[in-house]
Each structure stands twice: as C-alpha cells, then as structure tokens.
C-alpha cells in the first residue's frame, strides 16, 4: 500500500546521506591527518545512487552508496614549517573544492524539497480520493 | 421472492398482477412478472455490486495491488445501486398499497 | 442479530483499525527517541498482519454461509468474518530499519519513521471511512430510506 511515499522516502534518505557527505567533506576542508594520527589527508566521500530495480515496468526507488575519492590527487601546498610537510616541505591538504561542494548541497536540498512536496502531493491526493465516500 | 442481501431480508411484495395496469407501459394483460423481473434483476445487480466492493477491499489491505480509489470508488457503486433499489421498492410498495385501496 | 455484520467488510476494517490504532503508538514513540542512544525502533510489522488477512480470507472462502449466494448466480466470496487474528500481531515488536546506523546505535532516521507514520495514518484514514461508508449502507438498508 502507498508505494509512491516508500519511493520517496527512498529519494529523502538518499538525498540527506548526500547531505551529511558534503558537510563532512566542507568539515575535513583541511584536515591533514587521519584518525590515526598520521599524515594523510582526508579523502573527499561522495554518495552515488543507483536505482532499487532494473525492472522498466514497476517505478523504483534509489538506493546510496557512499564512496571515497581515491583517484584525485592532494592538493600539495608549499609549507615547509608545517609538521605534516614532507621532505620537499609540501604539505598534502584534501583535494576538496569548496564551490563544488556547495554546488551539490544545493542541488541535494533543492532535491531533497521536491520529494517532500511529491509525498505531500500524493497525501493530497489520497485525501482527495476520500471524499468520493464522504 | 425473498432474496437478501448481507443476511439482511429485504422483504419484497409481491408481483403486482399486470392486469391492474401497473406495468409501465404494459399492455393490459401482458406478462405478469414485469416489476418483479425489474426488481429481481436490480437486486441482484446491487449483490454482485456489493460483493464486487468488498473484493476490492480485501485486496486493497491484504496487499494486493489493488488501489485505494478502485476499493472506494467499487463501495460507492454498491452504495448508490442500493440507495436506488430501496427508491424503487419503496415506490413499489406505495404504488401497491395504492393499488389495494382502489375499490373494484 | 449480530450476523449483519459478519457478511460485510465491517469485521476485516475492524481489525484494520486496531492494527493501524496500535501501530501508531509504535511509531511515534519512535519518534519521540529520535535522539536517544542505544534505543531500537518498534514496530507492528505490516507484512505479518497482511499476511494473516489473506489467510483469512482465504479460509473464510471455504466456509461460505448457507443461503449467501447471490441472486444471479455467481459465487459468493468469503468473509473475514469469524476469522480472528492472533494477538501478537497487534503487539510491538523489534524491528530493524532499513538505513543507516548511528554511533550511538539508535537505529532510526527520521525520514522513515515519519513517512511510516504518514503511511499508517492514511490506512487508519481509508479504513475508517470503508466503515463509515459500510455503517451508512446498513442503516439504509434497515431504515428502508434513503
């Protein structure tokens, strides 16, 4: 029963996972060091979704996969003070661009607002559809 | 004839002969069943439409794919095919009870 | 007397609406420990209670009242009349949700539960309206007016 709001819901999980990515990412802006302690930089994760079914016949929801970025490089800056630098005195800072960050938190809430009001339309028309027994 | 719907006996007249005109355009005479036929088929109408409704009702919260509007829109159709069969045998039974009175 | 009702779709809204009225309960409570830690979702979980429907209504077919068949002929359905179903459907239970964990090993999201909650009103709301729709039909009926 009400399919439609399950896919949605789908879509408002997806979307605020992606969300919870991108603050994490503008967070570790110039995070140096892991966990550990060591110097490594941090990776910027990003979300990829895919589609719940490859049946064509039934509309499906999204499912999130959350990944890591390994393939672009650091951004090496020349800091030879810095205790993260290495022997040419660069330091490795996340290769995380803010503007492109932004970018993708408004288009994940402006995603986010429109499968609201899609749940909001098919409450609407449930609604509607009571009064034929009213 | 005393056919019923949901355990509930709906008492029917009888058939009115068609010899005292009641028939609508009848021709004095003529088969005798007339209204009976007409109610008789109404109510079965109204049964089919009634059972066909809580089918659909069924479905819709066991799981099956059947959609809130078929389940409402199904009860609606048994609702307005009853409220017309009560018209017509309310009708029917004043249309009779007139009929009684006549004196002859 | 009470047979006029067995006939109709009024026993399966009835059970409808005291799963839908217990499942609320649930859900808001999960809800409402959104924040706390260690605390797992509760729920009445739907495909049990659809299924145990369907079981009944799949028995109440092969157990069809005399004298119930329609006037042109056809067969008559069953009925989830007598049929009633097991307690433990209408109770809490633990429940996995199918996203994402927290470290404080809450595991909700708020998406979830509130369009579980959306769905389960609306059932509440469909089911609610079946009987007010049934009820009018009845007193028609028995009121020989419209």
Not at chain 3, 6 to 20: D, I, S, Y
Not at chain 3, 92 to 120: G, Y
């Amino acid at each position: 029963m009400f399919g439609t709001i399950d896919i949605s819901t789908s879509a408002l999980i997806g979307e605020r996972q992606r969300m919870n990515t991108i603050a994490s990412n503008l967070a570790n802006l110039n995070t140096t060091r892991d966990a550990d302690g060591k110097a490594a930089p941090f990776q910027r994760r990003f979300v990829t979704f895919s589609a719940q079914s490859e049946n064509p016949d039934t509309p499906s929801g999204v499912t999130y996969q959350i990944s890591v970025d390994t393939t672009s490089p650091p951004r090496r800056v020349y800091e030879p003070g810095h205790p993260d630098a290495d022997k040419e005195g660069y330091v490795s800072y996340p290769n995380i661009d803010m503007m492109n960050e932004f970018v993708n938190a408004v288009e994940a809430s402006r995603a986010y607002e429109a499968n609201l009001v899609a749940i909001d339309m098919a409450k609407q028309g449930f609604n509607e559809s009571l009064k034929i027994l009213a | 004839m005393s056919a019923s719907i949901n355990g509930l006996g709906i008492p029917l007249p009888p058939t009115a002969p068609a010899a005292s005109g009641v028939g609508p355009g009848s021709a004095p005479g003529s088969d005798t069943s007339l209204f009976g036929d007409l109610l008789a088929k109404s109510l079965g109408q109204v049964n089919g439409l009634e059972q066909s409704a809580q089918a659909a009702v069924e479905r819709s919260f066991a799981g099956d794919d059947t959609t809130q509007i078929e389940a409402m829109t199904a009860m609606k159709k048994a609702d307005l095919a009853l409220r017309l069969m009560i018209q017509v045998r309310n009708k029917i039974m004043d249309a009779y009870s007139e009929i009684k009175q006549m004196q002859m | 007397m009470s047979s006029i009702f067995n006939g109709t779709t009024l026993p399966l809204l009835e059970k409808v609406a005291r799963f839908t009225d217990k499942r609320q309960d649930a859900l808001t409570a999960n809800v409402a420990n959104i924040d706390t830690p260690n605390y797992k979702r509760l729920d009445l979980p739907l495909e049990a209670f659809q299924k145990a429907l369907r079981d009944a209504i799949a028995t109440g077919q092969s157990r069809l009242e005399p004298g119930l068949s329609s006037a042109n002929g056809s067969p008559s359905l069953g009925r989830t009349s007598a049929t009633s179903l097991p307690e433990q459907l209408f109770q809490a239970v633990e429940a996995r949700s199918p996203s994402l964990n927290f470290q404080d090993n809450n595991n909700r999201s708020v998406e979830h539960e509130m369009m579980e909650m959306t769905k389960n009103n609306m059932m509440q709301s469909f089911a609610i309206t079946l009987m007010n729709a049934q009820f009018g039909m009845l007193q028609e009926a028995i009121r020989e007016q419209v």
